[in-house]
Every structure is written in C-alpha cells, then in structure tokens.
C-alpha cells in the first residue's frame, strides 16, 4: 500500500491511534508483487533470469528480496523471495509482473 500511495501507513496508523484523524492517500501508482518461489530441493541451488530482469524492468522495480544460493527453502507463502514493481499505468505493472514470472526461476536442489 505505500508503494502505490507514497505514504508511510505505519505514520497514517499512529496519527489514527493517537489523534483519530485519518486522510485517505490517494492512489499514485499501480502496483503488483511476485513471488518467487521454487520447487523441489531443500536450498536455493540458483536463481536464473535477475540480470535480464534488471535490464528489461529495472526503473518499474521498487523493491526486491532476490533468494541467495544456500538459502534454506521457505516454509511461507511468499516464497523464497519477491519483486515489486510499480507504474502509473495497471497494464504497464500487469506486463512487468508477467516479464518477471517468464524471466526469473529459482531452482533448489
């Protein structure tokens, strides 16, 4: 959400606790995650794609946690790691979401 508002929300959250005022942000941007998430293995063996990535969406990337060669396999949801990305426009961050599902593959061994 602060991504896509240019808003601190944990800020917007204390002014609510402790003044009860809230002014709704208004939205700036489309923003949209993937995770990054391989099968099989127990550790992140090597991630294939970052470099391709970085050249084709790296000003649309607004944060990423790429996964580590090592890196034990991730119990949660998320993944081994994510990218985020954002724009102005839905179906500019829509195509940038499906570059980084087609470029980006982690492998574990």
């Known amino acids: 959400l602060s ?10 959250w204390t002014e609510l606790m402790v003044h009860e005022t809230f002014t709704p942000p208004v939205r ?5 995650a993937v995770f990054l998430r391989g ?5 992140v063996s090597r ?6 990535m970085q050249r084709e969406l790296g000003e649309l990337v607004v944060q990423a946690r790429i996964p580590r060669a090592g890196q ?9 790691g994510y990218v985020i990305v954002r724009h102005a426009e839905t179906e500019v961050v829509r195509q940038a979401l499906k ?11």
């Open 28 to 32: 700036n941007w489309s923003v949209g």
């Open 99 to 109: 570059r980084v599902l087609e470029l980006v593959r982690v492998e574990l061994a």
């Open 72 to 80: 034990l396999k991730s119990e949660s949801y998320e993944g081994e």
């Open 39 to 43: 099968q099989g293995g127990a550790r």
């Open 3 to 12: 991504f896509a508002h240019d808003i601190d929300f944990y800020k917007a």
């Open 47 to 52: 991630v294939h794609g970052v470099e391709q």
